[in-house]
């Protein structure tokens, strides 16, 4: 094992036994790996009230520790019965260790205690900076990715230099940045609500146009820009109606558009068929769904082409 990684899982001994103390609770963790740039701790959730600012107050706590130098000792006993016995707030995977012949203890001074036989350093300075990157859940885990050392320090660069580019794109600095995102985030949310309504709208005066020939509706039309999951769930609900079908293009800005092609459960019609049939014709997009669901990314400038193909290969596949 190289020093850094030493270095890194002796961090991570420290690191959770200020978890251990912000949430006063022993933790379970059930592994942890070093990799080539980072280093991963698999904690058990259960029961665990494990939040970001909790991991904050363990890091600062765990670089003080490392600027203080705390000594790295090692205790050995003859089993984890016995090592438990002496050090009743042990820290150790247990279905591990049972059945071994030696329990080597691993203690931060005055600070964790844990059973582990990998290699350490002798002084928590060595690993000369802590820092976690990111937590998130991996089943019933809290994955907590962290780095020390010089891996902690360039990732610290990268971080500061991405907050301030941050600040730059949304006109704000260091001391205001959060606050400016929150006015944003509630802007962004004010705007959302006004595209909503815009949107529902729109969709209720969509006119649907009935051939009494084949007892279809087909609902059919070109948007601009909006909702698309209001759009989608729209669709839902029209297909629900019997003998419907919908065809929606949703435009904006970029040169492609978005395609929904939907049809009632009770009309015997391929969609997935009919779109590819087209597609083959000419070159429109992708796109790919069920046989009575689409969704498709198209070309824009063959918006108005693309839906009236589909309405006419429908009503030609209903004729036959």
């Keep these: 094992m190289s020093m850094n990684t030493n270095a890194a899982h002796t961090a991570e001994h420290a690191f959770i036994g200020s978890l251990q103390k912000i949430l006063k609770k022993t933790l379970n963790v059930r592994k942890v790996e070093h990799r080539e740039s980072y280093n991963v701790a698999f904690i058990e959730s259960s029961e665990l009230d494990l939040d970001f600012d909790k991991i904050v107050l363990a890091e600062e706590e765990v670089n003080r520790l490392i600027i203080e130098g705390r000594n790295i000792l090692h205790h050995s006993f003859p089993s984890l019965a016995e090592a438990k016995k002496k050090i009743p707030e ?3 995977n247990e279905e591990r260790l049972a059945s071994a012949d030696n329990i080597t203890v691993v203690e931060i ?7 582990c036989s990998i290699k350490h350093v002798s002084n928590l300075s060595e690993c000369i900076f802590f820092l976690v990157t990111s937590m998130s859940m991996n089943g019933s885990d809290y994955e907590i990715k962290f780095v020390v050392g010089k891996n902690a320090m360039d990732e610290a660069v990268k971080i500061t230099e991405k907050i301030n580019v941050i600040c730059n ?10 606050e400016t995102i929150k006015k944003l985030n509630k802007e962004r949310e004010q705007y959302h609500d006004k595209l ?21 509706n ?6 601009d820009n909006i909702d698309w999951r209001m759009i989608q769930t729209f669709v839902g609900e029209k297909i629900r109606e019997a003998r419907t079908i919908v065809i929606l293009v949703n435009t904006d800005d970029n040169d492609m558009a978005s395609l929904v ?21 000419r070159d429109i997009g992708k796109g790919g769904g069920k046989s009575n669901f689409v969704n498709a990314q198209i070309t824009k400038s063959m918006s108005n082409k693309v839906v009236e193909d589909l309405v006419k290969e429908s009503l030609k596949v209903l004729s036959l």
């Design 218 to 223: 087909i609902i059919s039309k070109i948007l």
């Design 196 to 216: 909503k309504i815009l949107t529902n709208k729109i969709l209720t005066s969509i006119h649907s146009q009935y051939f009494e020939k084949y007892r279809i």
């Design 261 to 281: 092609f939907a049809r009632s459960s009770d009309i015997n019609l391929d969609c997935v068929s009919i779109f590819e049939n087209i597609g083959k014709r």
């Design 90 to 92: 042990l820290r150790a």
């Design 109 to 115: 001074e005055n600070h964790d205690v844990a059973a």
């Design 169 to 178: 794109e949304i006109g704000a600095n260091y001391n205001t940045v959060e």
